[in-house]
Structures are given as structure tokens and as C-alpha cells.
Antibody, heavy 115, light 106 residues
């Protein structure tokens, strides 16, 4: 069965970076892209960007351009999302999802940014 | 960017009621629209894909319709376990989510 398993919760100080991993199983990794979505506490879902697991092409949300990098390691079927220059309003649960269309989702990774 | 306008933002209904949520796209997205259910502390769950197709294992009381810019999500007979927040999502051009509809039991 398709599974996306994300890395554990992180606590970071403002200005630091965080890298979240998303390990895929149960399907051919390079046949689908991986999307990243975040959800601030009590808020809605915000699309962050997408990476093709086939060729590494990316598309990032404009508001995150310059601070976010998405990569994949096809040898381990793992996708990564790195966010730099963290601010308090980056505190959120970060999800990876297969696609679009985003049919399978990881369990989420809570990233807390606090001094 | 494509904007998705979802309404209402919250909804209170009784068990057995018919519930309807709408989503309007800022431009034609054909049928590239999904509906998700999210319960507290959980990842979103895909219910309806391509505007009107029921995901495997999802109860038939859930349905979706529409194409172009106007879409509707319906629960034909509300059950207690349907209490959640529901989101529409377009994937015609990148991804955009609606603002969400919080569904409560009256």
C-alpha cells in the first residue's frame, strides 16, 4: 500500500533552517511528483510547492521563493523540503503528498519556530 | 494564480441533514478539482477527485459535481463521524485550496 512517512517534529530558532523528509513506499517513486503543503495552527492548507520525482523539476509558491528548496533522492525514494531563514509565522504542520493530484499524504511534521 | 472561493466558512447541521458546500474558481479549471476531509490532528483525506469521482472506500453519501468554475460538494445524510473541516483544491495550474468549511453538528 502507498505510504508516505515523514520525519519527526522540529523546534528551531528564528533565522535557522529546517529540513523535513518524506519517505515513499508502495509505488514507483519516479512516476509521481511530491507536493508540500503546510498548515499553521488553526488555519487552512497552504501549498508550498512541487517537485517531479522523475527529473527534479520544481515549482515553488511565490511567497516562499528564495527560502525553500525541494529535492528528491530516488535511491531511497525520499523527498526533502528545506526552509531557510525561519520566522515565527513558519510555525506549522508540514505535509508531503503524492501528486498532484494529491491522493496520499504523509502524517505531517510539526515545525515550531520560537526563540 | 487561480483563486478558490469556498463557502460557507462554517456550517451547523443536524444528523440526517443534506449538507452542501460550494467552491468557485477564478478561472476555468475544467474538472481538476478535489474535495478533502480533515479531522483535527490528521492529514487531509481525499474524498472526491476530478470533481465528481468518489475515492475508493469513501461512503456513497459523499458526492461532488460541477465543471469549469463552479463546483458543489454534498453529504446526502449527515452522520456524526462527518464532523470535520472540508477543503476544495484545484490542480489545473499548480495547487490552490479553498479556505475550508468547518462542519459542526447542531
Amino acid at each position: 500500500q502507498v505510504q508516505l512517512v515523514q520525519s519527526g517534529a522540529e523546534v528551531k530558532k528564528p533565522g535557522a533552517s529546517v529540513k523535513v523528509s518524506c519517505k515513499a513506499s508502495g509505488y514507483t517513486f519516479t512516476s509521481y511528483g511530491i507536493s508540500w503543503v503546510r498548515q499553521a495552527p488553526g488555519q487552512g492548507l497552504e501549498w508550498m510547492g512541487w517537485i517531479s520525482a522523475y527529473n527534479g523539476n520544481t515549482n515553488y509558491a511565490q511567497k516562499l521563493q528564495g527560502r525553500v528548496t525541494m529535492t528528491t533522492d530516488t535511491s531511497t525514494s525520499t523527498a526533502y523540503m528545506e526552509l531557510r531563514s525561519l520566522r515565527s509565522d513558519d510555525t506549522a504542520v508540514y505535509y508531503c503528498a503524492r501528486g498532484p493530484p494529491t491522493d496520499y499524504w504523509g502524517q505531517g511534521t510539526l515545525v515550531t519556530v520560537s526563540s | 494564480d487561480i483563486q478558490m472561493t469556498q463557502s460557507p466558512s462554517s456550517l451547523s447541521a443536524s444528523v440526517g441533514d443534506r449538507v452542501t458546500i460550494t467552491c468557485q474558481a477564478s478561472q476555468d479549471i475544467s474538472n481538476y478539482l478535489n474535495w478533502y476531509q480533515q479531522k483535527p490532528g490528521k492529514a487531509p483525506k481525499l474524498l472526491i477527485y476530478d470533481a465528481s469521482n468518489l475515492e475508493t472506500g469513501v461512503p456513497s453519501r459523499f458526492s461532488g459535481s460541477g465543471s469549469g468554475t463552479d463546483f458543489t460538494f454534498t453529504i446526502s445524510s449527515l452522520q456524526p463521524e462527518d464532523i470535520a473541516t472540508y477543503y476544495c483544491q484545484q490542480y489545473d495550474n499548480l495547487l490552490t485550496f479553498g479556505q475550508g468549511t468547518r462542519l459542526e453538528i447542531k
